[in-house]
């Protein structure tokens, strides 16, 4: 009978890794090449310079264009997105059946937007808690119910 590999993915907006469960008793560990991270930055670190101008439509002032989207969170939806376009790429190869995926909350919407339907059908579970700053062996407390570590 073949193992079924679960997979743990651990993330928030600026780093990700991936855990494997081989079955009870065997416990966590790191997938070897599925760590990811970029330097946490907050909005004024991406945008130094001083927001455009505009003419106002009336009259004849001027405003401070603000930005559609907030540069901190864009830059971590694409990084979100990097490791979905990765997990599809491994489910498709079939290196996992079944996925737990514990992110923090906001990371975890952007999760849910960009994951393929191929690792949608293969998810476990979902946590919206961050345990990225968690070292591996204290991980398995937050998945009781879910799988026997």
Known sequence: MKKTVTWILIADGTQARVLEHNGPGKGLAAVKGLEWSIAPLQSQDIDTDRPGR???SVGPGRSAITPKT????????????????????KAKE???????IAAA?????????NLSDH??????????????????????KHLDGIIAV
Do not use: C, M, W, Y
């Open 54 to 56: 505009s003419h106002s």
């Open 70 to 89: 907030d540069p901190a969170e864009h830059r971590e939806a694409e990084f979100v997105r990097s490791v979905a376009a990765e997990l599809d790429r």
């Open 94 to 100: 079939g290196a996992f059946d079944r996925i737990v």
């Open 105 to 113: 909350p906001i990371a975890l919407g952007h999760f849910r937007k």
């Open 119 to 140: 690792v949608k059908k293969a998810i476990l579970a979902e946590l919206d808690k961050d345990l990225t700053n968690l070292p591996t062996q204290n991980i398995d």
